[in-house]
């Protein structure tokens, strides 16, 4: 069931959300159109895949592994490669890598990983998991209207490969797999030739990753006839890999590989956990309120690009949001469309509407929407915000709140910045120092004061 809400955005906004709700077609190769496939392989299969996605159901695979608690925007283009296979009528199949986890993927890293403990990557596990399924629901929930489509959607599949590997004995599994593993081919691969040139080289463990995501892709075509895999353009050797040994071992077998982009800064710096500047689908790591900020503060330049990547509104009805944009940029409707739809992807409902009060109180000077934020939100939005516990007493003075609530180190720099100006109760400027703290203005009615040091140091108060 479709909820009802408030769109910010004019009707033309309204007819997109309602289409891309609608969309659903069978070829998924037709995605390359939006930019959404860098590749395939083999690189002359097309034909031969387009007949089997408009044959019937076909099953599609990605890999997560868990080396961190939360996934990140980067795997978010994965996800999102899966729901669009879903959407299309095939069904989609999530590998998280208890087993793999332990190894470490080498793609894309100039250093080893970090050897992780089982009870990390456990909790790890689960954590992930549970983001997949959430995902899937708010998109099912928010983002398609099943009375108006042909077939329900095929429920998502998680598969944990330690669960494959836990029975597999390691001498019978290089007797029977290791011989169909060519050192030629595994040595060519760039992620292997990137780390042997490296000064630290490359590990016999890392090495072997690319073995044991090939079994897996062997693994599911078994189990569950998966003949597709999905990932990034840096997983094109571990695809290709594992092209090769089901190539070898299952003859008479046809399997596909499909390689997304890679999401980027305008720098051209991967937006992934390894790179520092990761952008977490955890509301916990990174709050709904900025994530919406983080897409709706796209540039120009990128976001007709993201609007193709990261949502599901046809390429006809971009383009026209596109030209709307360009007569009116300052109102930035498709930064905006595309930051409701990505957090209503990612957080649901009720993560959208945080959002949007936490964005209105922030930039358009919304008190209101500050006073209807519990105290988890608050904390979830600024985090990093130092927080302070103070007693209510009469006749309590803008100056007074600022040193108890230790904002400067002394009384002299209070007086002089926020004489200034450089001093906000709850994005309020204040500038007298005298003046008497106010129920509903300085106190919100959720008992919370935000106060702030000129751009960027905040600070919570929790009235008691």
């Not at 997109?16 to 070829?27: G, M």
């Not at 937006?271 to 120009?300: E, H, I």
């Not at 409701?340 to 992807?345: A, G, P």
Request: charged content about 20%.
């Amino acid at each position: 069931m479709l909820p009802l809400r408030r769109s910010l955005l004019k009707p033309l906004q309204d007819v997109l959300r309602q289409s891309h709700r609608q969309l659903a077609q069978k070829n998924l190769l037709e995605l390359t159109d939006r930019g959404f496939f860098q590749g395939i392989f083999p690189d002359t299969a097309a034909p031969r895949m387009k007949q089997l996605f408009t044959s019937g159901r076909q099953s599609i695979y990605a890999g997560f592994d868990p080396t961190a608690d939360s996934l990140h925007v980067g795997n978010l283009l994965v996800i999102m490669g899966l729901i669009h296979c879903q959407r299309a009528g095939h069904r989609p199949i999530a590998l998280v890598g208890g087993a793999t986890g332990l190894i470490g993927d080498p793609s894309g890293r100039k250093t080893e990983r970090n050897q992780l403990g089982e009870t990390v990557i456990e909790t790890n596990l689960k954590a992930i998991e549970q983001q997949l399924r959430q995902v899937f629901e708010n998109h099912e929930n928010c983002l398609w209207d099943s009375k108006k489509q042909k077939f329900p959607l095929a429920p998502l599949i998680i598969v944990n490969n330690a669960d494959w590997y836990a029975d597999l004995q390691l001498i019978d599994f290089v007797a029977n797999m290791g011989r169909h593993f060519r050192m030629g081919s595994m040595l060519s691969r760039s992620s292997v030739q990137s780390r042997m040139e490296s000064e630290d080289g490359m590990s016999f463990t890392e090495f072997t990753y690319q073995i044991f995501q090939a079994y897996d892709w062997l693994h599911l075509l078994r189990r569950h006839n998966c003949c597709f895999q999905m990932g990034g353009s840096d997983q094109t050797g571990n695809l290709m890999t594992g092209h090769e040994l089901i190539s070898r071992v299952e003859r008479k077998r046809e399997v596909f590989g499909l390689t997304l982009p890679l999401v980027t800064t305008e720098e051209g710096d991967k937006f992934g956990k390894s790179a520092g500047n990761a952008v977490w689908l955890d509301c916990n790591k990174t709050s709904p309120f900025a994530l919406y900020q983080f897409f709706l503060r796209m540039p120009d330049s990128e976001v007709e690009k993201l609007l193709k990547l990261f949502t599901f509104i046809p390429l006809p009805q971009v383009e026209q949001l596109m030209r709307e944009h360009t007569r009116e940029p300052e109102k930035r409707k498709a930064q905006t469309l595309l930051a409701e739809d990505v957090t209503l992807l990612v957080h649901g409902e009720s993560g959208l509407k945080q959002a949007e009060r936490v964005t209105n109180a922030l930039y358009k000077g919304n008190v209101e929407g500050l006073a209807q934020l519990n105290l988890p939100e608050i904390q979830q939005t600024f985090q990093g915000a130092t927080m302070v516990n103070l007693l209510t007493e009469p006749g309590m003075s803008i100056l007074e709140l600022a040193m108890k609530a230790k904002c400067f180190p002394t009384e002299t720099d209070a007086v002089r910045i926020i004489n200034a100006g450089g001093f906000y109760v709850n994005q309020k400027r204040v500038q007298n120092i005298a003046e008497v703290l106010t129920t509903g203005v300085h106190i919100l009615r959720n008992g919370i004061s935000l106060l702030r040091v000129g751009k960027r140091n905040f600070y919570i108060v929790r009235w008691q």
